[in-house]
């Protein structure tokens, strides 16, 4: 089939790889002719596993090509509209400029019996107002949203663990089965339903999954005070079949480009709804997510007898979880800037957000290497569980640093190892 992914960031970028890895003749529209070029040239503007690979035999197989000129969409039957939808500068309100954009660039090419796919995370609401707007060129609205973990999006998008359709008419259904053929055939489980439910069932697992974590953060405050290890409380609760052990890791908390926009904007939607008091929980899901970051500076300040002043302190870690490079409201990022301005002497590392996270704060000193960036340091905070800071031998790590101090913000560390290293160490919980 003929498809069009109308905006390549890092959600269309996979989704028009993975289609075009499935068969389909691909056309990807973006409106950053820097990011078009390395698409077409077949490299990913972004580290993201096995997306490089996907992109190199699409552009070389001719079924995927990049563009600027929305006009080169115009034969196509399906439109996915994955645009980004941040939060508002002035409130916890989605932006919703991208989408209309789009809209409104589509409109002219839309014909009678062609679809657009919603995939962009929205407020409840918006896919109606689309089809509305529309509706005059014949052409269909249908809502598909998106599952993706980064690190994990190709396997995702190419193998995923439920396909969802939000329509209106069964034909769209039809047409959407035909691109979800491959995964279909494959016993991947189909959702049909109305738009409002496609919208809310993205916006819905988005709030369940930081609820879960800031739950066992919270949890983690009080085995904090009262000498319990979080880490044993997880794994005891998560044995029970109706609580499960993922996503209960105690630590820094989330980040990205996804959760925390995404509670924030559902929680101003059910204001404007006039239901602010049935989602009123998620303003202290974020509210616990934040104070995870302010703990690890309190541990700084009191390891560091007090003061984080003129202190060399090692930050391992930028992104906001590994295999990725993406530090959108990264807490690792945020932890490091926060000691930086307490007037620590703050190196980070990362082995891939050292670019990204030189651009949004070029006041922090930055090094690749982790046992240059370790040697001399008073401070060691692990933020990011990369592989490699999992499995850091301790006793080398201590010869390199001046003082052996390790705060260990994602429990990801051998608790007995460090200790028996010489480590002054602490974690997110832990007794």
């Not at 016993?187 to 496609?198: E, K, N």
């Not at 891939?352 to 000193?365: A, C, K, M, T, V």
Request: charged content about 25%; glycine content about 10%.
């Amino acid at each position: 089939m003929k498809i069009s992914v109308i905006g390549c960031g890092y959600l269309g970028a996979v989704h028009a790889a993975a289609m075009a890895k499935l068969g389909h003749d691909v056309v990807g529209v973006d409106t950053d002719p820097v990011k078009v070029a390395k698409l077409s040239a077949g490299e990913a503007p972004f580290h993201e596993p096995g997306l490089p690979e996907l992109l190199t035999e699409g552009v070389r197989s001719g079924r995927l090509r990049f563009t600027t000129d929305i006009a080169q969409a115009g034969d196509a039957r399906v439109h996915f509209l994955a645009v980004g939808t941040p939060q508002l500068s002035d409130s916890d309100g989605a932006d919703l400029r991208f989408v209309d954009g789009a809209i409104d660039a589509l409109r002219p090419i839309l014909t009678p019996g062609s679809l657009v796919a919603g995939k962009s995370t929205v407020p409840v609401g918006t896919a109606a107002t689309l089809a509305e707007r529309i509706a005059e060129t014949g052409a269909g609205l249908a809502w598909n949203p998106e599952f993706l973990r980064e690190g994990f999006a190709v396997a995702d998008t190419l193998t995923p663990d439920r396909i969802v359709y939000g329509v209106t008419d069964a034909a769209h259904a039809e047409l959407l089965d035909e691109v979800y053929r491959v995964a279909l055939d494959a016993g991947t489980p189909r959702i049909t339903t109305d738009l409002p439910t496609a919208e809310l069932v993205k916006t819905a697992a988005n709030a369940f999954l930081a609820t879960k974590i800031s739950f066992i953060n919270a949890m983690a405050e009080i085995a904090e005070v009262t000498g319990a290890d979080v880490t044993t409380l997880a794994d005891a609760i998560g044995h029970d079949a109706r609580i499960g052990r993922r996503f209960l890791n105690a630590g820094i908390g989330f980040g990205g480009g996804c959760l925390p926009k995404d509670i924030r904007a559902f929680a101003a939607r059910a204001e404007e709804l006039g239901r602010a008091e049935s989602v009123a929980f998620l303003r202290q899901v974020d509210a616990i997510n934040l104070r995870r970051r302010e703990r690890v500076i309190d541990l700084a300040v009191e390891m560091l007898g007090g003061s984080v002043f003129q202190k060399r302190i090692v930050v391992l870690g930028l992104t906001f979880k590994p295999d990725s490079d993406d530090v959108r409201d990264s807490p690792a990022l945020d932890i490091a800037a926060q000691l930086h301005g307490l007037g620590a002497e703050v190196v980070a590392t990362d082995p891939y957000g050292i670019e990204n996270s030189r651009s949004r704060h070029p006041q922090l000193d930055y090094l690749e290497d982790v046992d240059d960036a370790l040697r001399g340091a008073e401070l060691a905070v692990l933020v990011t569980e990369w592989g490699e800071y999992r499995t850091l031998d301790a006793a080398r790590t201590a010869e390199l640093m001046a003082v052996p101090r390790m705060i260990d913000g994602r429990n990801a560390l051998d608790t007995q190892a460090w200790k028996a290293a010489g480590f002054d160490y602490r974690g997110l919980g832990r007794s």
